[in-house]
């Protein structure tokens, strides 16, 4: 075959792929916007499949696989986001939120366990290393919370997964992070209850010595 009719070729082919590849990205980007995640996933695989480096793709897969309950999924996606796109906020934080929620899954192991919640605080404190400015301190209330679950885990665990200081020193980082929300937002209630069961269950683990 000549030079010039296999160069045709693969234009075509490639301009084929690009076509495909951003039919199935419009029509997940519409499913999304409409609220049909199912159905966002099932358009937005095809075209990660046609071309695994188009970022916008992967993010809304993983958001749709986050919105799916689908949360390994998600958490995959999002980390092949991340890879091209590593100062992605946004992308951490729900790649957290999705860990916080497998963390949380009563059949996994306490390896598992540790490995989710713990992940979940790494990716936070990540956004907010990107993003310190949030505007709606939605990474940090999101941390706060996280630390919580973490420390409550470290101090029902048994064998060597229970850790009374680490439990004790998370629930004190989860006091702090929502005491910076609370400030920055003295009306709102929600915060100053998430405060006070954090320190509930402080208090809870100090006093048993």
Same mark, same amino acid.
């Given at each position: 075959?000549?030079?010039?009719?296999?160069?045709?070729?693969?234009?075509?082919?490639?301009?084929?792929?690009?076509?495909?590849?951003?039919?199935?990205?419009?029509?997940?980007?519409?499913?999304?916007?409409?609220?049909?995640?199912?159905?966002?996933?099932?358009?937005?695989?095809?075209?990660?499949?046609?071309?695994?480096?188009?970022?916008?793709?992967?993010?809304?897969?993983?958001?749709?696989?986050?919105?799916?309950?689908?949360?390994?999924?998600?958490?995959?996606?999002?980390?092949?986001?991340?890879?091209?796109?590593?100062?992605?906020?946004?992308?951490?934080?729900?790649?957290?939120?999705?860990?916080?929620?497998?963390?949380?899954?009563?059949?996994?192991?306490?390896?598992?366990?540790?490995?989710? $919640?713990?992940?979940? @605080?790494? #990716? &936070?404190? +990540?956004?907010?290393?990107?993003? *310190?400015?949030?505007?709606?301190?939605?990474? %940090?209330?999101?941390?706060?919370?996280?630390?919580?679950?973490?420390?409550?885990?470290?101090?029902?665990?048994?064998?060597?997964?229970?850790?009374?200081?680490?439990?004790?020193?998370? $629930?004190?980082?989860? @006091?702090? #992070? &929502?005491? +910076?929300?609370?400030?920055?937002? *003295?009306?709102?209630?929600?915060?100053?209850? %998430?405060?006070?069961?954090?320190?509930?269950?402080?208090?809870?683990?100090?006093?048993?010595?």
């Amino acid at each position: 075959m000549k030079l010039s009719l296999i160069i045709s070729f693969l234009v075509i082919t490639s301009l084929e792929n690009a076509s495909a590849q951003n039919s199935y990205f419009k029509l997940g980007q519409q499913a999304l916007m409409n609220g049909d995640f199912k159905a966002a996933v099932s358009q937005l695989e095809k075209a990660c499949l046609i071309d695994s480096t188009n970022a916008n793709a992967l993010w809304m897969l993983g958001y749709s696989y986050y919105h799916s309950e689908n949360y390994k999924k998600s958490i995959a996606a999002y980390s092949k986001e991340l890879l091209i796109n590593p100062t992605d906020a946004n992308a951490y934080y729900y790649r957290a939120r999705a860990k916080s929620y497998l963390g949380k899954d009563v059949q996994l192991s306490a390896a598992d366990k540790e490995k989710y $919640l713990l992940g979940a @605080i790494i #990716d &936070l404190t +990540k956004a907010i290393s990107i993003d *310190p400015n949030d505007t709606q301190n939605k990474f %940090l209330q999101t941390r706060g919370i996280a630390y919580r679950e973490y420390g409550l885990f470290k101090l029902q665990a048994t064998g060597h997964f229970y850790d009374k200081n680490r439990g004790v020193n998370s $629930l004190k980082a989860s @006091i702090g #992070d &929502l005491e +910076k929300v609370l400030a920055d937002n *003295p009306d709102r209630v929600d915060i100053s209850s %998430l405060i006070e069961l954090s320190k509930q269950k402080l208090d809870e683990a100090m006093a048993h010595r």
